[in-house]
């Protein structure tokens, strides 16, 4: 079964085919960085406006990449949620209009399953496992039972990983994206430089969730109160010092999770999967096997979304034309199913 996966939930406008849940035959993505850097962060009418202008073009490539017609497509996929609005829209309302057109089936995603199905390109994982889902928006850890099975068992109390990267990034007049910016800063300094301090929670009832809200106020605002003096308070310093904490506040909890529940295999999937620092202090306990998506499929993409629709489409499973797009994703609450 050819798939063709639509994905524009932010600021990449995206589509790939992908046969069977696995083979990937093309996978196009436009970025819009550009056009968001004279702002610092993406701005949402600009993204959706981007989004409008570029999706025939950028569908029409991952079908000519794939050296398919629209014909030789079997079904369609779109991501609906969670995201910006506008955003979202466009992406779900092409791949609406075009499965209809075309008499295709027709499956709206969460691309936040998307982002944990990553990986299942490159190397197929066993069900279940841990999930560490890290992202611009959010910071999940799960138990991942199947495709579309999460049990949420933490997640973050207020900023995600990813906006911390971000905001710390904007306030200093570092780059964006923050992420990408700070990851190589923080390679030339020294962590050891400033002490900043670890998000601390009620261990009971928050677990295996973490905060970065204290953190992004103490680097943004307080900085000086954390400084190693017997270090320069250099800019590469500061990053490295930050993304230290923010990376080990992350594997604190994903480890509690690993002794809690006896799951070996962690899967990592979202943007922030992409940074160096977490992949090598996860690859420091050997005791457990870690799964990263390539770098090519950490951000949103549309191969992730037409590998996870495969299962959905397999399975029987078709969206209405009355789908609509939602921003935010209630379900995703610690303790609950999220499908």
Not at 66 to 91: E, F, K
Not at 158 to 171: M, N, Q, Y
Not at 277 to 287: A, G, I, Y
Request: overall charge neutral.
């Amino acid at each position: 079964m050819k798939v063709l996966g639509i994905e524009s939930s932010c600021d990449e406008t995206a589509a790939a085919v992908v046969e069977d849940g696995r083979k990937i035959l093309s996978n196009v993505v436009a970025t819009q960085i550009p056009f968001h850097q004279i702002y610092k962060g993406v701005v949402p009418e600009i993204a959706s406006r981007k989004h409008a202008e570029w999706i025939l073009p950028v569908v029409r490539q991952a079908l000519e990449e794939a050296d398919l017609s629209l014909d030789q497509i079997d079904a369609i996929a779109a991501t609906n949620r969670p995201g910006l609005m506008g955003s979202l829209l466009v992406g779900l309302t092409f791949g609406k209009t075009l499965a209809w057109a075309a008499q295709k089936p027709f499956v709206a995603i969460n691309h936040m399953l998307g982002h944990l199905y990553a990986s299942q390109l490159d190397t197929p994982t066993e069900y279940p496992f841990l999930g560490l889902l890290v992202s611009g928006g959010h910071t999940i850890i799960c138990k991942v039972n199947s495709f579309d099975d999460l049990e949420v068992l933490g997640t973050t109390v207020d900023d995600s990983v990813g906006e911390a990267f971000d905001k710390v990034s904007k306030f200093y007049g570092l780059g964006y994206p923050g992420g990408v910016v700070i990851d190589g800063l923080a390679k030339q300094g020294d962590a050891r430089a400033f002490n900043f301090p670890v998000p601390k929670l009620d261990e009971a009832e928050h677990r295996y969730d973490v905060s970065f809200s204290g953190l992004k106020t103490a680097v943004i605002h307080q900085r000086d109160l954390f400084w190693n003096k017997d270090f320069e308070a250099t800019n590469e310093n500061m990053c490295a010092a930050f993304q230290e904490t923010a990376c080990r506040t992350i594997t604190s909890r994903l480890f509690r999770a690993v002794d809690d529940t006896g799951l070996k295999t962690v899967v990592a999937g979202g943007g922030v999967a992409a940074n160096s620092r977490l992949r090598s202090l996860l690859s420091e306990r050997s005791d457990i096997k870690c799964v990263f998506p390539p770098l090519k499929l950490c951000g949103d993409n549309g191969a992730m979304i037409a590998g996870v629709a495969y299962h959905f489409l397999a399975r029987g499973d078709r969206s209405g034309w009355d789908t609509t797009a939602k921003a935010r994703v209630p379900q995703f609450k610690r303790g609950l199913a999220a499908r």
